[in-house]
């Protein structure tokens, strides 16, 4: 039985928050990706993303490794990816791909450093922003690369891999489902500081972190992917293994509005709490409809933040109460409590925020992850 061990929602190509290279896409070039497994197995697939590609995507070959250090491999953990028995693939506009499976044992916590070669012109690639990690790029072919010597291009943004699965034997696997409070924004980068790792290390689950940062519950955006309520089947519910979802998401529906003009936050409606009510429960039917367990967690205090204002306060204590006394979901987390200031609850605990007032840090997403292995 096949379990999705590690994952990261598409999105559409865009500058993001860090530059980056989905919008010019890759040519004669590979990319090398490295992340952390929270399920182990003795076998691997990789899923492949084209989800907003106009034209077929050639993927030329593709390998996957154990990682040593930066974009270097372990010798002798080297192990070609095949797709339906061949070396090569063709993933068609808007479609994704699933690799064969593959023989390299890992243990949960380990990474796993995934290498594409992509010797044809992709357009423009679909990425997750936000990876907080390193992913590298070089000339050619450099699939069996064991130093990571030529990987001379540096980012923070993962492309086209959207999940890697592992025959881990288990199906209970926790979907984390959000925005930038998922994804890991102050976090340290680099170091699996998001809730999503500190909650895979408390529990000993596999922890999916579908979270996109700037993402909205109700509403599309170019810069910050699918609004929630529809981008749900393809980053949970279609993944293998997953049995408890746990949704973090709505605050930057009710935040842009009070934003200054930045276009990165269009659209920017003034919402109101009965609107968003209405997306959670589009939310738990889905999730309930394919047997999930599904677990509201309250609104994180964001007072003191550039979303914080009059209106966005009175939402945010409605829909907090809601999320709290309704009944409808199996049961709640709350996260609002956990986190907020004594002194002050509509703002964050200055020991867990990251300065903004909006985002906590290491030692804020590890009481998150606390909090949540409480209810699992």
């Known amino acids: 039985m096949f379990t999705t061990a590690w994952t990261a929602s598409p999105q559409l190509p865009s500058e993001g928050f860090t530059p980056n290279w989905s919008r010019q896409g890759f040519w004669r070039q590979s990319v090398r990706q490295v992340v952390r497994l929270t399920a182990g197995g003795g076998r691997l697939r990789v899923r492949l993303s084209h989800a907003y590609g106009t034209s077929p995507l050639r993927i030329a070959g593709a390998t996957v490794a154990r990682t040593t250090e930066g974009a270097a491999v372990a010798a002798g953990s080297v192990r070609r990816l095949t797709f339906a028995g061949a070396a090569s693939v063709e993933i068609p506009a808007r479609g994704h791909t699933v690799s064969d499976p593959a023989e390299l044992a890992l243990g949960s916590l380990e990474s796993v450093t995934v290498t594409l070669h992509l010797d044809a012109v992709t357009g423009p690639a679909a990425f997750h922003a936000q990876a907080f990690a390193t992913s590298y790029r070089g000339a050619g072919d450099r699939l069996h690369d064991l130093d990571g010597h030529g990987f001379g291009e540096v980012t923070e943004s993962w492309y086209f891999l959207?999940?890697?699965e592992v025959d881990a034997g288990r199906g209970d696997a926790v979907a984390l489902f959000g925005d930038s409070l998922t994804d890991g924004f102050g976090s340290a980068p680099g170091a699996n500081r998001r809730w999503s790792d500190a909650l895979a290390e408390r529990t000993g689950r596999p922890v999916l972190n579908a979270g996109i940062g700037g993402n909205l519950l109700l509403s599309d955006s170019a810069w910050y992917g699918e609004k929630g309520v529809?981008?749900?089947g393809r980053d949970v519910l279609e993944q293998p293994g997953v049995d408890t979802l746990v949704v973090l998401l709505g605050l930057n529906d009710i935040g842009f509005s009070e934003t200054d003009e930045q276009p990165t936050y269009h659209p920017a409606p003034v919402v109101e709490a009965a609107e968003l009510i209405d997306g959670y429960r589009q939310l738990i039917r889905q999730a309930h409809a394919r047997g999930l367990r599904v677990i509201g967690a309250t609104l994180l205090p964001f007072g003191g933040s550039d979303h914080w204002g009059e209106h966005a306060?009175?939402?945010s204590h409605e829909v907090n109460e809601w999320i709290r006394d309704a009944g409808e979901w199996d049961t709640v987390v709350d996260l609002n409590r956990v986190l907020?200031?004594?002194a002050d609850p509509d703002r964050l605990h200055p020991a867990y925020d990251f300065g903004d007032h909006l985002h906590p840090h290491d030692a804020g997403y590890a009481?998150?992850?606390?909090?949540?292995?409480e209810v699992l």
């Open 313 to 315: 306060a009175k939402v």
């Open 340 to 342: 907020a200031d004594p």
């Open 230 to 232: 529809h981008r749900i």
């Open 367 to 373: 009481v998150m992850a606390e909090a949540v292995a």
């Open 162 to 164: 959207s999940a890697v």
